[in-house]
């Protein structure tokens, strides 16, 4: 069973059961610090990091899609390496898109594989000596920012700028893996999506390369113009998504969440269906959880990807400029 982020951790002002956990916490920084004097391996060719320091989804894996896209249209043999969260196989090694399903190796490992080669598995280190064999020319990871096994070229920090860092504890406290103070040293860029209420901006280095933008879906979503919606979603912040559809004008009939990673179960899947019976109504979800619907169901559903837009694409180029420079 998958368990949802308590509510506690976004919380602006620390709650009673924050302020109880807060010494397990001091345990958890003390683990990440001591975690990162351990010794990186450094490969013959550059690793970019796409990574985050909270709990929960924050866009890491639309921007990992992004630029393995760009790698691949400058020319270039990127492979990415990944844990294969949220799949239910312990299988390692190179993922096969046509064979592998998404309920086996993890939703957001089979959304890299139909980019580039995919190599699934707790060492990082064997994962991207695999990769280098096997003709990678470049290497990039979804998430490993706190695993310090492999030397980066490139580390960017992905932060979601509505949720912030929720009450800017670390776990079980709060929701971050590390503080936004330990892990600056070891990065090269910061990327923010969406608005920033939170203003985290002022806690980044004004020397920091920053890049702004907004996760929006992409061009299918004309095609549910008119229609009336049933939205459903197992990611880090579903109400993202449906927001995302909201912007765009659509109309939704009603929102249905699920926990991050979630395998939709055959009775799941029989209520999802019976929702979409009225005329002219849609199912809408996102690619991620439909990677991992039956063949069959899927044909009843649309999908929609999301990609970034930037309010400062120059410098999205030039970071990939600096990396393949490395």
Same mark, same amino acid.
């Given at each position: 069973? $998958?368990?949802?982020?308590?509510?506690?951790?976004?919380?602006?002002?620390?709650?009673?059961?924050?302020?109880? %956990?807060? /010494?397990?916490?001091?345990?958890?920084? &003390?683990?990440?610090?001591?975690?990162?004097?351990?010794?990186?391996? +450094?490969?013959?060719?550059?690793? *970019?990091?796409?990574?985050?320091?909270?709990?929960?989804?924050?866009?890491?894996?639309?921007?990992?899609?992004?630029?393995?896209?760009? @790698?691949? +249209?400058?020319?270039?043999?990127? &492979?990415?390496?990944?844990?294969?969260?949220?799949?239910?196989?312990?299988?390692?090694?190179?993922?096969?898109?046509?064979?592998? $399903?998404?309920?086996?190796?993890?939703?957001?490992?089979?959304?890299?594989?139909?980019?580039?080669?995919?190599?699934?598995?707790?060492?990082?280190?064997?994962?991207?000596?695999?990769?280098?064999?096997?003709?990678?020319?470049?290497? *990039? #990871?979804? !998430?490993?920012?706190?695993?310090?096994?492999? &030397? $980066?070229?490139?580390?960017?920090?992905?932060?979601?700028?509505?949720?912030?860092?929720?009450?800017?504890?670390?776990?079980?406290?709060?929701?971050?893996?590390?503080?936004?103070?330990?892990?600056? /040293?070891? @990065?090269?860029?910061?990327?923010?999506?969406?608005? !920033?209420?939170? &203003?985290?901006?002022?806690?980044?280095?004004?020397?920091?390369?920053? =890049?702004?933008?907004?996760?929006?879906?992409?061009?299918?979503?004309?095609?549910?113009?008119?229609?009336?919606?049933?939205?459903?979603?197992?990611?880090?912040?579903?109400?993202?998504?449906?927001?995302?559809?909201?912007?765009?004008?659509?109309?939704? #009939?009603?929102?249905?969440?699920?926990? !991050?990673?979630?395998?939709?179960?055959?009775?799941?899947?029989?209520?999802?269906?019976? =929702?979409?019976?009225?005329? !002219?109504?849609? %199912?809408?979800?996102?690619?991620?959880?439909?990677?991992?619907?039956?063949? *069959?169901?899927?044909?009843?559903?649309?999908? #929609?990807?999301?990609?970034?837009?930037?309010?400062? /694409?120059? *410098?999205?180029?030039?970071?990939?400029?600096?990396?393949?420079?490395?």
């Amino acid at each position: 069973m $998958k368990l949802t982020a308590p509510s506690f951790w976004q919380k602006p002002a620390p709650t009673t059961l924050s302020n109880l %956990l807060l /010494p397990v916490s001091w345990i958890t920084g &003390h683990m990440a610090r001591q975690r990162q004097k351990q010794p990186s391996l +450094k490969l013959p060719v550059p690793v *970019l990091c796409c990574g985050n320091i909270t709990v929960g989804g924050a866009g890491k894996t639309p921007l990992a899609l992004y630029l393995l896209q760009q @790698l691949i +249209k400058r020319g270039r043999t990127p &492979h990415a390496i990944t844990r294969g969260y949220g799949g239910r196989s312990r299988r390692t090694g190179l993922i096969r898109p046509e064979r592998d $399903k998404a309920i086996d190796v993890g939703d957001e490992t089979m959304l890299l594989a139909r980019i580039a080669p995919t190599w699934r598995g707790p060492d990082r280190q064997a994962s991207a000596m695999q990769a280098i064999a096997a003709g990678a020319d470049c290497l *990039l #990871l979804d !998430d490993g920012l706190q695993d310090p096994s492999l &030397h $980066k070229d490139m580390n960017i920090l992905v932060i979601d700028g509505p949720a912030g860092l929720g009450n800017q504890r670390l776990l079980p406290a709060g929701p971050l893996r590390e503080t936004l103070a330990d892990a600056l /040293p070891r @990065l090269h860029a910061v990327t923010l999506f969406g608005k !920033d209420p939170h &203003h985290i901006i002022n806690q980044i280095p004004p020397d920091m390369p920053l =890049l702004r933008g907004t996760l929006s879906a992409g061009p299918a979503i004309r095609k549910l113009q008119g229609h009336q919606i049933i939205a459903f979603a197992g990611i880090g912040r579903p109400q993202k998504f449906f927001s995302t559809l909201q912007d765009a004008g659509l109309t939704l #009939l009603r929102t249905l969440t699920f926990p !991050d990673h979630h395998i939709y179960s055959r009775r799941e899947l029989k209520q999802l269906a019976q =929702l979409a019976h009225a005329p !002219d109504t849609v %199912l809408v979800t996102t690619e991620k959880d439909y990677v991992k619907l039956p063949p *069959l169901f899927q044909n009843f559903v649309t999908s #929609l990807d999301i990609e970034p837009r930037w309010n400062n /694409p120059a *410098l999205a180029s030039e970071l990939l400029d600096r990396f393949l420079a490395a």
